[in-house]
């Protein structure tokens, strides 16, 4: 079963506002993803958790935070979003994280929309 | 230039037609490779990884050329259901890090 959970699916959030995604998985998978996605784009990553140790940060600013509370969970901590910041988030889930024959499972996504 | 290229259709074909669609990358120290489709407001589904000797499953053939840096997915006997964004994909490095083609459009009418 090959399934990676997120909540919420849709989310409206003020510029002021602090806000979580929650991501899951069960598939006993090591490594977890952030991708930002924004209307007629490929996703672009943002950052990988590989043993839930942050391994890579795709120079994204610091109004997103994530976290890995453990191997099955993946946050990530929205505050002082911008308008332009207004895409879907999936989060992804792979095997092992240090091979690239890794295939990587999304799960549905949250559509955020900063007012 | 982007490091992985995609003609973006869209492709409109009839049911049962067989379509091919191309894709080029740029760093030859890219290792694997895959395509995704994707439906309209939907997150990216594993299609099949691609090997250096060709693999098939079902009606969906992928091939991959090294020397040329090119791959290719070819889909017959195209269904309805086959409507949609199907992304061409590069992974390189330890890291695991995902490189997207921008996805052509597929569109089969009845």
């Known amino acids: 079963d090959t399934e990676v959970t997120q909540t919420p699916k849709h989310l409206v959030m003020g510029m002021t506002n602090k806000k979580s995604l929650k991501c899951e998985q069960h598939?006993?998978?090591?490594?977890m993803y952030w991708y930002k996605q924004k209307a007629k784009k490929p996703p672009e990553l943002m950052f990988v958790?590989?043993?839930?140790?942050?391994?890579i940060n795709e120079s994204v600013p610091s109004r997103f935070s994530p976290e890995c509370p453990n191997s099955s969970l993946l946050n990530l901590h929205l505050h002082a979003l911008q308008p332009e910041d207004s895409a879907l988030y999936l989060c992804?889930?792979?095997?092992?994280?240090?091979?690239?024959?890794?295939?990587?499972?999304f799960g549905p996504g949250t559509r955020l929309t900063v007012t | 230039r982007k490091e992985v290229e995609q003609d973006p259709g869209p492709f409109n074909v009839p049911e049962g037609a067989t379509v091919a669609f191309n894709c080029t990358y740029s760093?030859?120290?890219?290792?694997?490779f895959f395509w995704y489709r994707q439906d309209c407001r939907k997150e990216p589904k594993l299609l099949m990884s691609?090997?250096?000797s060709g693999n098939e499953d079902g009606r969906f053939t992928a091939q991959l050329n090294r020397a040329s840096q090119y791959i290719s997915l070819l889909i017959r006997d195209s269904k309805l259901s086959d409507s949609a964004t199907y992304l061409c994909?590069?992974?390189?490095?330890?890291?695991?890090?995902?490189?997207f083609g921008t996805g052509t459009l597929l569109a089969v009418q009845p």
């Open positions: 691609v090997y250096s």
């Open positions: 994909v590069v992974s390189r490095g330890a890291t695991n890090k995902l490189i």
């Open positions: 598939m006993g998978h090591r490594a």
């Open positions: 958790y590989s043993y839930e140790k942050l391994s």
């Open positions: 760093n030859s120290a890219s290792q694997s």
């Open positions: 992804a889930s792979s095997n092992l994280g240090v091979d690239p024959r890794d295939e990587q499972y």
